[in-house]
């Protein structure tokens, strides 16, 4: 007869209460507190790699034969060239952190017979960042700063010469093939110079962290000590038409550090790329205007103009009572314009945003008249 549907009534007793899965009561289970070491995510800025390429194939050894053509003389091709190593910069790439300690190139295929020529080897692309600098033996040997621009880092071998090669008039029937050569093997240091548009530039304990976290999604560990920053760390500040401007966090800098005092040189390499300084001061200890001088005297040391580029004067700690004293003697002093806040509260950060984007855009206009294109991230 016709399918009939049958309606089952279940009492309450037949879900199990204790399965975790069926309970009426199961909460949502807590997620794990991430830890804030684990938060803190910096950008990689040097990698040590050991590139190789990829060797040539072998040379092939054949003679033709068939019936009614015994002998068709020597028929081995070529083998194919190993693969080149190539870094290629990439702005997708922000750090180094994915480039790994060793690349080989692919083999190129072996000759074969009927004076088929082995496959060449791919090349193998490592994508690294704008702003790469390639080091052998302490020595420069690329600078990536184009989007795209690329460098053979190691060239693969030559594929092997098969018998046909050798064919010749006095010998008829040569037996000699090459093998491939192996692919060339170097020893390379990557160091990252920040493209970041703006520098965070401070001595130890100025507020450095601190601002970056209040102005951007970066997470910099802050702690009560000099040198907490000790990789630097990038963030981008997002505004309401969709543009980004990076700001990088610079480790401390102490007096001496051109003579590669603290941390010295490894880290004014990376205010080297940033196209406008903010100097951030605190402005809690005495004479506060003295650090401005301290800073822009080590960065001239480093690099002739480096200090003239465009910048902004941040006093930071506005909230302490002592430094609502030292703001007027600041200004005073102080050519450039100062914006005075404060990173832990909040104080006045909107005008730091807007001065920043006013920074920005004048940066843009002077690339575009240039006939270049502007740094994006």
């Given at each position: 007869g016709p399918w009939k549907p049958v309606l089952l009534l279940l009492s309450p007793q037949a879900f199990s209460t204790t399965c975790a899965w069926c309970a009426k009561d199961r909460r949502l289970r807590q997620k794990r507190a991430v830890s804030e070491r684990r938060l803190t995510r910096y950008f990689v800025d040097h990698r040590k790699v050991r590139v190789v390429g990829g060797q040539g194939g072998g040379g092939g050894h054949s003679f033709y034969s068939e019936?009614?053509?015994?002998?068709?003389?020597?028929?081995?091709?070529?083998?194919?060239?190993?693969?080149?190593?190539?870094?290629?910069?990439?702005?997708?790439?922000?750090?180094?952190?994915?480039?790994?300690p060793f690349y080989q190139g692919f083999h190129g295929g072996r000759g074969g017979s009927k004076n088929c020529y082995g496959a060449n080897g791919a090349c193998m692309y490592v994508k690294v960042p704008v702003g790469t600098l390639v080091k052998e033996d302490g020595k420069v040997v690329a600078d990536l700063t184009e989007h795209g621009e690329?460098?053979?880092?190691?060239?693969?071998?030559?594929?092997?010469?098969?018998?046909?090669?050798?064919?010749?008039?006095?010998?008829?029937?040569?037996?000699?093939?090459?093998?491939?050569?192996?692919?060339?093997?170097?020893?390379?240091?990557?160091?990252?110079?920040?493209?970041?548009?703006?520098?965070?530039?401070?001595?130890?304990?100025?507020?450095?962290?601190?601002?970056?976290?209040?102005?951007?999604?970066?997470?910099?560990?802050?702690?009560?000590?000099?040198?907490?920053?000790?990789?630097?760390?990038?963030?981008?500040?997002?505004?309401?038409?969709?543009?980004?401007?990076?700001?990088a966090d610079i480790p401390g800098l102490i007096r001496g550090a051109h003579q590669n005092r603290g941390l010295g040189v490894a880290f004014l390499k990376h205010i080297e790329r940033c196209r406008f300084l903010l100097y951030v001061v605190d402005l809690s200890v005495p004479q506060p205007w003295t650090q401005l001088q301290d800073l822009k005297y080590e960065l001239e040391e480093y690099e002739k103009g480096l200090s003239e580029r465009p910048c902004v004067v941040i006093g930071n700690k506005i909230d302490l009572a002592q430094s609502r004293i030292n703001l007027p003697l600041l200004r005073e002093q102080v050519a450039e314009r100062v914006i005075a806040l404060s990173a832990l509260t909040g104080d006045n950060l909107e005008e730091l945003l807007l001065h920043l984007r006013e920074l920005y855009d004048t940066h843009v206009r002077t690339e575009q008249s240039r006939g270049q294109g502007p740094d994006k991230w």
């Open positions: 019936p009614r053509k015994l002998f068709g003389g020597p028929d081995g091709g070529n083998g194919g060239d190993g693969g080149h190593v190539i870094l290629k910069a990439d702005r997708q790439m922000k750090s180094l952190s994915s480039v790994l690329e460098y053979i880092a190691a060239y693969g071998g030559a594929g092997g010469k098969g018998n046909r090669f050798f064919l010749s008039n006095e010998n008829r029937a040569p037996t000699l093939f090459t093998p491939g050569e192996p692919g060339q093997e170097r020893l390379l240091h990557l160091e990252l110079k920040t493209t970041a548009h703006a520098g965070l530039v401070g001595f130890p304990n100025a507020g450095k962290s601190s601002l970056l976290r209040a102005i951007s999604r970066a997470k910099p560990a802050v702690a009560a000590y000099p040198f907490t920053t000790l990789n630097p760390h990038v963030g981008m500040v997002h505004y309401q038409d969709y543009e980004q401007v990076a700001v």
